[in-house]
């Protein structure tokens, strides 16, 4: 069936070339698939409007589509006098407009670019500088930094060195974002961002619960028993740790603050007692036993 652009703009057939073009920006403003994702009919109401401008909005068009020379899909009718009717396969594919909006071009000037102004703030938006590519490297660190928090130079993998400060308590998975250390802009914008993808490598002596870590320590059966003091490695250096007399293994003990250091609040060191015995074969030793 034919159509009638004419209405579909919502003008009448003595428009002058601004109310044609006054009343696009405004349906088109109304109807584009941004401000209604996923609703087919906005959509299509939109690729409707746009097609009528793109005969309309152009005088010598506008003109053979009123002497009947083009058909309202923008098709040559094969003679003229007919007046507008018939349809066809379509004059670039029936939705110049906006098939030149959806490959990032403009129509009949600036347009879009006024339909996007009012969308976006009243400005017309222009191609600026844009930032350079973020780069991505996957690092390794201590045990001790996670838990300390640190300040390291790293050579990464593509042999830039940086400058990384490590934040207490960070854990494998987590990403560090390092400002303005990825690849340059080649537009004259900002450079990129360094992302590091953190890898803790596991302790031998310590393991990590929350904010709180935990440990075996090795005391006397001496020590064990009279009481005493032990030294203790933490991932903040070796602190003595007091062993209460009559300690049997298994026995915990909290080193309080010597935890993951947060800033706000500090996790605590939990050890846990096992007595070894400095010489199982000990005359003495076996001679207590004996008597016990």
């Not at 003229?80 to 009949?108: L, N, V």
């Amino acid at each position: 069936m034919s159509r009638d652009l004419y209405k579909i703009l919502g003008v009448s057939r003595t428009a002058t070339a601004d109310e044609i073009r006054k009343a696009y920006r405004q349906k088109a403003k109304t109807l584009h698939p941004d401000l209604h994702p996923d609703d087919k009919d906005k959509a299509d109401q939109f690729k409707e409007v746009s097609a009528a401008f793109e005969i309309l909005g152009d005088e010598e068009n506008r003109g053979k589509y009123d002497r009947g020379e083009i058909d309202s899909d923008g098709n040559p009718t094969g003679f003229a006098g007919a007046g507008p009717g018939g349809a066809g396969g379509g004059f670039r594919g029936g939705y110049g407009a906006y098939d030149d909006f959806a490959r990032g071009g403009s129509f009949q000037g600036d347009a879009f670019e006024d339909i996007l102004s009012g969308m976006f703030g009243g400005q017309r938006r222009r191609p600026g500088p844009q930032k350079g590519a973020d780069l991505r490297y996957r690092v390794d660190i201590s045990f001790e930094d996670a838990v300390q928090g640190a300040k390291r130079q790293m050579t990464m993998g593509d042999g830039k060195a940086l400058n990384v400060s490590i934040p207490a308590g960070i854990e494998t998975g987590q990403t560090l974002r390092l400002k303005s250390q990825g690849q340059q802009s080649r537009t004259g914008g900002p450079p990129g961002d360094a992302l590091l993808e953190v890898y803790v490598r596991p302790s031998n002596i310590w393991t990590r619960d929350g904010s709180d870590l935990r440990m075996n320590v090795p005391v006397s059966l001496k020590t064990a028993v009279l009481g005493g003091t032990v030294d203790v490695k933490t991932p903040g250096g070796v602190v003595t740790l007091k062993v209460p007399e009559g300690s049997n293994t298994g026995t915990v003990l909290r080193l309080r603050g010597k935890g993951v250091q947060f800033k706000d609040k500090p996790g605590h060191l939990y050890a846990r007692l096992e007595i070894v015995l400095e010489d199982p074969k000990d005359p003495g030793l076996r001679e207590w036993a004996g008597k016990g």
